[in-house]
C-alpha cells in the first residue's frame, strides 16, 4: 500500500508543478458552480440519532468569512455498543484555500500522531447505480496528560462540481482543469468521517458507558456501514 500512495503523490506533485506554471493564464471568473452534495446533513438515518457538534471558535478564526459547516454525531441506535460516528462537511467559499485545509497538517499540529495512512474506495448505491466513492483513509493517535492512549481512524474526501477526489494534489489540479478548460470556479464539499477506536480504553472514561471494545477493523466496519447509508441521501 505505500508504494501506491507514493506512486500517487509523486504523479500529483508533477501535475501540480506543471500546473502551477500556468497560474498567471487562468482565466478569472465570479461564476461558483455548486458541490454535488447536499448542504444539510439528515438528522436521522435508519437506525441512526444524531446530535449537532459545534464548530469551535479557533477552527472560525482560520477559515474564509464565507465558509459553511455542517457537524453531527451520529448514535447507532439499535448497536449502542459502538461510539458516535462523526460526520462533518465543510463548504469552500470563494477562496478555496483559506476554507480548506488537509487534516494531516492539523492533526500533527494539534499534537496527534499519524500511524497509517491509505487510500481506500467505498462502493454505495446513487439511484440504483454503484458509484464507487475514493476516501483517504487515517489512523491517529494521541497521549494526554493522564496518560491514555486515545486512538482514531478518519475517513476523508473532496466533492466538486463534478468530480469526487481523496487527495489534496488531485483536488488542486481539478480547480486547475476547471478554471483553464471550463472558465469557472467551483465550491468544494471537504467530507470527513471519524469515530474513536475503543478497544484499548476503559469503558468506564468513555461518556457513553455502554460503549465496549471495537478494534479498528470493526471500527472501519461500522464505518463503511454508515458511509453507505448517509451518502446516497446527500447527493443532489
Given amino acids: 500500500m505505500k508504494k501506491s500512495i507514493i506512486k500517487r503523490l509523486w504523479v500529483s506533485l508533477v501535475l501540480v508543478g506543471l500546473g502551477l506554471g500556468t497560474i498567471y ?56 455498543t459502538y461510539a458516535a460516528i462523526d460526520a462533518s462537511i465543510v463548504f469552500s467559499g470563494k477562496d478555496v484555500n483559506n476554507s480548506i485545509h488537509r487534516p494531516e ?25 454503484q458509484v464507487s466513492i475514493p476516501f483517504k483513509m487515517l489512523i491517529y493517535s494521541i497521549v494526554p496528560k493522564e496518560g491514555t492512549r486515545l486512538s482514531y481512524v478518519q475517513y476523508y474526501t473532496f466533492v466538486g462540481h463534478e468530480k469526487i477526489v481523496s487527495g489534496h494534489y488531485e483536488r488542486t489540479i481539478e480547480d486547475m482543469k476547471g478554471r483553464v478548460f471550463g472558465g469557472y470556479n467551483q465550491q468544494w464539499a471537504y467530507t470527513t468521517f471519524s469515530s474513536i477506536i475503543t478497544d484499548e480504553l476503559d469503558p468506564q472514561k468513555l461518556r457513553d458507558t455502554r460503549v465496549e471494545a471495537h478494534s479498528i477493523e470493526e471500527t472501519r466496519d461500522s464505518m463503511d456501514k454508515f458511509i453507505k447509508l448517509l451518502l446516497p441521501q446527500m447527493f443532489d
Avoid at 458552480?33 to 439528515?42: F, G, I, N, R, Y
Avoid at 500533527?108 to 440504483?128: L, P, S
Fill in 105 to 129: 497538517r492539523c492533526l500533527v499540529a494539534q499534537g496527534f500522531k499519524i500511524e497509517k495512512e491509505d487510500f481506500i474506495d467505498i462502493e454505495i448505491t446513487i439511484n440504483g447505480k
Fill in 25 to 80: 493564464v487562468l482565466p478569472t471568473s465570479s461564476e461558483i458552480k455548486a458541490t454535488m452534495l447536499s448542504t444539510e446533513l439528515p438528522e436521522s438515518l435508519n437506525g441512526y440519532l444524531s446530535v449537532t457538534k459545534e464548530v469551535t471558535g479557533e477552527e472560525l478564526k482560520i477559515l474564509a468569512q464565507d465558509t459553511e459547516f455542517e457537524r453531527r454525531s451520529y448514535y447507532n441506535k439499535d448497536d449502542v
